[in-house]
């Protein structure tokens, strides 16, 4: 090794840090305000915050610590020493970015990812299609139209009760000890229940999951989200997202599940539009009403209603897309939430006989039970169950302790002023004392942290994360 090859090696590292140091401390702090405010130190060049903030397992008490140390309007490190964002705990901030959705944006690659899975429908569309998909979607989920398909709900929750019910019975008795246990995974029976719910109430299709796990349409779905949730490789996620048309032309195993799973949802979803699409333009003809209550039916309805003009109705493959995000967006979520809510009630069995006690105080006295009520009488059930108060509370609680979309991102699409109701600390550590806003520059991301506000003990007392 020569002299020379030697005072390379060893000053490259020096000349790098010099030129981080300046980027960062000097070139950064100049253009970007996001820089000015307090945050926790980045734990090395290219490290960032990005773990702690969005894994659950630790991030309670990431926000908890940020919020003693650096306030409610906190700076952290995205992907590299350019990528300055806001974490906002302030609850003026979250409005402001959430009412504001012509200025925040869901970040583009977040949406290509979603796109490249369900297509571009309401969950990753925005500005125009957005809107347009909204418009014709909002009527379907009206209160009264969401009533109609209780009758269909409770018809599913007694299936997955007498199933359950069987297992029981069937289950074979270790030593003809008739109290032996019996091991349910409520996770996976309520999922398959919610499945049949959504399939039901969002596009009338019978997946029949909670019966068998066969049905074709019910399959890709649950391949498909399993292959998107499962952490795949991070360099395959980076090329799906910055490099798609590489990834199309060299799919991996995940992709080549994915690409078969969305053949089988083009084809069965597809026909089941054209079906309604038939049925809608044949009761038009006969002059009687198409009486079809699911979303799908309700939102094709009013995308061909008189009144729409043209240029605000939605394509086919716009409408195919929604029943995908109905799919996706609806099914782990709601299941999620009654698994951990069974859960929370398993470990608080006080609530749970409250609650059990409240329930049976307006169970139908007919010795057939819910099955055979007329659908007027199982809908005003559900007026009486919208108005139990310990109800209410219990989904209200478990929703808050435990919300199913733990948090969402915005990107700034213009320089902007968020305002602020706690005051903004300064990166020395300051507090900025009057200042009640944080200047965001276009591109920046802001991180909307739903748990972080959900467990905030500065908001919902010391017992924040207890189930009261
Ligand atoms: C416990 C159940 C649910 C929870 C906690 C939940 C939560 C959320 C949250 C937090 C968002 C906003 C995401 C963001 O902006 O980043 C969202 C959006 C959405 N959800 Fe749900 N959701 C639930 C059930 C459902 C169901 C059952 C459906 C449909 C059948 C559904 C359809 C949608 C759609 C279409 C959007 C996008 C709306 C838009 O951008 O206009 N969700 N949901």
């Known amino acids: 090794m020569t002299i020379g090859t030697?005072?390379?090696?060893?000053?490259?590292?020096i000349i790098a840090y010099i030129f981080y140091w300046v980027y960062e401390n000097l070139i950064t702090a100049q253009w970007n305000p996001l820089h000015q405010i307090g945050g926790p130190p980045v734990p090395g060049w290219f490290k960032n915050h990005l773990y702690p903030v969005l894994e659950p397992s630790i991030s309670p008490k990431v926000y908890e610590m940020f919020v003693k140390k650096y306030g409610r309007s906190i700076r952290i490190r995205g992907v590299g020493p350019w990528d300055e964002r806001l974490l906002t705990l302030d609850p003026i901030s979250v409005a402001h970015v959430l009412k504001n959705s012509t200025i925040y944006e869901k970040p583009w690659q977040s949406r290509r990812l979603i796109t490249s899975l369900i297509g571009c429908?309401?969950?990753?569309?925005?500005?125009?299609?957005?809107?347009?998909?909204?418009?014709?979607?909002t009527p379907a989920f009206s209160i009264q139209n969401l009533r109609t398909l209780v009758p269909l709900v409770f018809r599913k929750g007694s299936e997955?009760?007498?199933?359950?019910?069987n297992m029981i019975i069937d289950a074979p008795k270790a030593d003809n000890d008739s109290n032996a246990p019996l091991s349910i995974d409520v996770c996976h029976w309520v999922s398959r229940a919610t499945f049949d719910v959504i399939g039901l109430a969002g596009f009338g299709y019978e997946f029949n999951a909670i019966k068998d796990e066969t049905n074709e349409l019910f399959c890709a779905y649950k391949e498909m989200f399993e292959v998107s949730i499962s952490q795949g490789k991070?360099?395959?996620?980076?090329?799906?997202?910055?490099?798609?048309?590489?990834?199309?032309?060299?799919?991996?195993?995940?992709?080549?599940?994915?690409?078969?799973?969305?053949q089988v949802i083009h084809r069965v979803a597809g026909q089941l539009i054209q079906e309604n699409k038939r049925k809608i333009s044949d009761a038009e003809k006969t002059g009687s009403?198409?009486?079809?209550?699911?979303?799908?039916?309700?939102?094709?309805?009013?995308?061909?209603?008189?009144?729409?003009p043209a240029k605000d109705r939605i394509s086919d493959e716009d409408i195919l897309n929604n029943i995908n995000t109905f799919m996706f967006a609806g099914s782990d979520t709601s299941s999620l939430t009654l698994t951990w809510t069974l859960l929370l009630l398993a470990e608080n069995p006080d609530i749970q006989m409250r609650l059990r006690s409240e329930l049976l105080s307006i169970a139908p006295a007919s010795a057939g039970g819910l099955e055979s009520l007329t659908e007027e009488e199982t809908r005003s059930l559900y007026d009486s169950i919208a108005n139990m108060p310990l109800l209410n509370n219990v989904c209200r609680e478990s929703l808050r302790l435990v919300p199913p979309v733990h948090s969402s991102i915005r990107v700034a699409?213009?320089?902007?002023?968020?305002?602020?109701?706690?005051?903004?600390?300064?990166?020395?550590?300051?507090?900025?004392?009057?200042?009640?806003?944080?200047?965001?520059?276009?591109?920046?991301f802001v991180h909307v942290a739903v748990e972080g506000f959900n467990l905030d003990k500065g908001?919902?007392?010391?017992?924040?994360?207890?189930?009261?």
């Open 459 to 468: 908001i919902w007392g010391e017992d924040a994360w207890s189930f009261k």
């Open 6 to 13: 030697i005072l390379i090696s060893l000053l490259a590292p």
């Open 413 to 444: 699409t213009q320089d902007d002023v968020i305002p602020t109701s706690y005051p903004v600390h300064k990166r020395n550590g300051m507090v900025h004392e009057g200042r009640r806003s944080v200047t965001v520059p276009k591109g920046s």
């Open 289 to 308: 009403p198409f009486l079809g209550r699911d979303l799908l039916s309700l939102l094709m309805k009013s995308n061909v209603a008189t009144d729409l």
């Open 160 to 165: 997955l009760k007498d199933r359950w019910m």
């Open 234 to 262: 991070i360099t395959r996620t980076m090329m799906n997202i910055y490099l798609p048309f590489v990834s199309s032309l060299f799919p991996d195993k995940s992709m080549r599940t994915v690409q078969r799973c969305q």
């Open 121 to 137: 429908g309401m969950l990753s569309a925005e500005g125009q299609i957005h809107r347009r998909q909204r418009r014709v979607a």
